[in-house]
């Protein structure tokens, strides 16, 4: 069966979307790997408790490694492989989409965190790539988590890659969503410049008119769905991390820049990416130009890419229920790493 001829024989296709993809994966896996909880002593109750947490209602808990006291939210299935999640620019735990993340916890437990100096979390944001992504490793470690998926989606994918690249016996599956190489094509679109930055003085975040320019495409129904977004965003209204710092914005700005810059060969470094990973994007994609997403696909030797129509660097926002769909049947896939 061809790929486009299973999407829409399970329901996954969207009218215009474009996959290309090493061979689908859509068996179940075997089993749920075991794997090492935080709550170190905790009852079989306290345990099942958290199946019972969502999104909106997940308690923020602290975790101290190496200096840093990270902020973290474990919610949904208690068995499984964990996936976790990494954040875009300035972002926080409640920048994410409650469908996606709710979507996920249905079938796994699910880690939100945010890294060192972010949003709730103690200490500075680094200017490289590379040390964000050891700050991750030492949360997860000090989290007893010792083997799990992981999905970066903006700056976020700048630091799975990295990741998966310091830490690889760590990670089990990679999701790459909106994001590109080191040394990729850089955003060329004025949108860019005069949205990037731009922050609300009544909350200290990114305004809606960023996310209407830059996550979203100009059509009426990615607006619509912009709209619906930045709703469901804000539902959670208690525990809420507070906005990232100057520092953090200086910082993760400087990183970008410094991750743009070629380090030996061209893309040499994603051909030693061993996970299986999907790579997804929209089609209009001006923050890290869509372009960024077939590089991706072309150098990581087990990759998979899907780009859905009329959406930009929030795509996984705008669908986002097919997004939890096709993670689904990647995540719990047989083949590759598992």
């Not at 830490?167 to 850089?186: E, H, K, N």
Request: overall charge neutral; proline content about 7%; aromatic content about 8%.
């Amino acid at each position: 069966m061809k790929r486009r001829d299973l999407l829409k024989a399970t329901g996954l296709a969207v009218a215009g979307a474009t996959t290309i993809v090493a061979p689908l994966i859509a068996q179940p896996i075997a089993g749920p790997s075991q794997v090492g909880h935080p709550e170190i002593g905790a009852s079989k109750a306290e345990n099942g408790a958290r199946a019972v947490y969502k999104h909106e209602t997940a308690p923020t808990q602290f975790v101290e490694a190496n200096g840093i006291r990270f902020a973290y939210r474990r919610f949904g299935q208690e068995s499984g492989t964990p996936i976790l999640l990494m954040q875009h620019f300035r972002g926080g735990m409640d920048h994410w989409d409650p469908l996606v993340t709710n979507g996920l916890a249905e079938t796994r437990p699910v880690i939100l965190f945010d890294n060192a100096g972010v949003a709730a979390s103690s200490g500075e944001t680094p200017v490289r790539i590379d040390a964000m992504a050891q700050h991750a490793a030492d949360f997860v470690r000090a989290l007893g988590v010792q083997r799990f998926d992981l999905l970066g989606f903006s700056i976020g994918g700048y630091i799975a890659q990295s990741f998966s690249l310091q830490y690889g016996d760590l990670v089990r599956r990679l999701i790459l969503v909106g994001t590109g190489p080191r040394a990729g094509q850089p955003p060329t679109d004025p949108k860019y410049a005069k949205y990037g930055g731009t922050t609300d003085p009544k909350t200290g975040e990114a305004p809606l008119e960023a996310f209407q320019n830059l996550f979203f495409s100009p059509s009426n129904a990615s607006q619509a769905a912009c709209s619906a977004f930045w709703t469901r965003r804000h539902t959670r209204t208690e525990d809420v991390d507070p906005p990232s710092s100057p520092q953090t914005a200086a910082a993760q700005r400087a990183a970008i820049a410094e991750w743009r810059q070629q380090r030996g060969e061209r893309f040499a470094e994603l051909t030693l990416i061993r996970q299986p990973t999907l790579v997804v994007n929209g089609n209009q994609d001006i923050m890290v130009p869509t372009v960024n997403s077939f590089t991706l696909s072309q150098h990581i030797p087990d990759a998979q890419l899907i780009i859905y129509p009329d959406s930009g660097h929030g795509s996984l926002f705008q669908f986002p229920e097919l997004f939890v769909k096709h993670c689904r049947l990647f995540l719990d896939g047989t083949g590759g790493s598992t």
